[in-house]
């Protein structure tokens, strides 16, 4: 909160991004390199910004590690990226969300998301480039699920479809399974389903899920909450994040 009050002391565009980028460097960069006794903090920066790019992609350690050895022009190991994921998560930089199939009853191995835990930081760091509105609403509703509490994974629909007359297997994405035990709430961030077609697309997973779970497209703006006729329920991102009372677990 402290950190929040001086920013928006600041007078211009210019000194809030120099405070956000002496921030990150001040506090969190020097924080891991001291607590983990790192020797240089080159591939902690470089670990940061593919993350950065990368929010809410899929990746693993192995495809980080060859995004951090590409900026840096050097070499550096799956393990090493791996220990690294975990200071970065302990600081708080960011948050993880593993891969579940939803039909499957499993966890994927090694796959997963990162979200930032704060977008003003990210954005610093990236010098406000790639602020994709998309990618950046779905990280703040993933956020504010965790501030809720809820223990949250991505969602992995298997579905099965006839193709050049051919029946193949294809994934489906949902967004976020919120999980209290027994019970779940899907989630998909859609920025708008404007069009009969964009409905579709954002609502396929959810319909293919093959249960009964409460089902929520979360999209810009302030849309009121309203239900159609399969059930699902569409709300604007503000009364979603106004509201307590939505996910109903």
């Known amino acids: ?3 929040c009050r001086w920013l928006c002391l600041k007078k211009n565009e210019a000194e809030k991004r120099k405070y956000l980028n002496g ?14 006794n790192l020797k240089d903090d080159e591939v902690l920066e470089a670990l940061i910004d593919a993350l950065s790019s990368a929010v809410g992609s899929l990746t693993n350690p192995h495809n ?3 995004a951090a050895s590409s900026m840096m022009r050097r070499n550096t190991s799956d393990h090493t990226i791996k220990n690294y994921l975990d200071y970065i998560e302990d600081a ?3 948050a993880s969300a ?5 039909k499957g009853k499993r966890y994927f191995e090694n796959t997963l998301k990162y979200y930032s835990m704060d977008t003003g930081l990210r954005n610093a760091k990236l010098n406000f480039r790639q602020q994709e509105r998309s990618h950046l609403m779905e990280n703040l509703i993933f956020i504010e699920l965790l501030r809720k509490g809820y223990s949250v994974d991505v969602g992995v629909v298997e579905v099965s479809i006839m193709k050049d007359g051919k029946r193949q297997q294809s994934q489906y994405e949902i967004d976020f399974i919120v999980n209290t035990g027994h019970e779940k709430v899907y989630v998909q961030s859609a920025l708008n389903v404007d069009t009969e077609v964009k409905r579709n697309q954002e609502t396929f997973s959810l319909k293919n899920s093959g249960d009964f779970f409460r089902k929520i497209v979360i999209l810009d703006g302030n ?9 699902i329920i569409y709300t604007g991102v503000i009364p979603f994040l106004l509201d307590e009372t939505l996910l109903n677990l």
């Open 64 to 66: 980080l590690a060859n």
């Open 98 to 102: 593993k891969r579940f199939d939803v």
């Open 223 to 231: 849309a009121k909450p309203w239900t159609d006729e399969d059930g």
């Open 92 to 94: 708080y930089l960011f």
């Open 1 to 3: 909160m402290e950190e």
């Open 23 to 36: 921030l990150y460097k001040r506090v969190y960069i020097k924080d891991i390199v001291e607590r983990y």
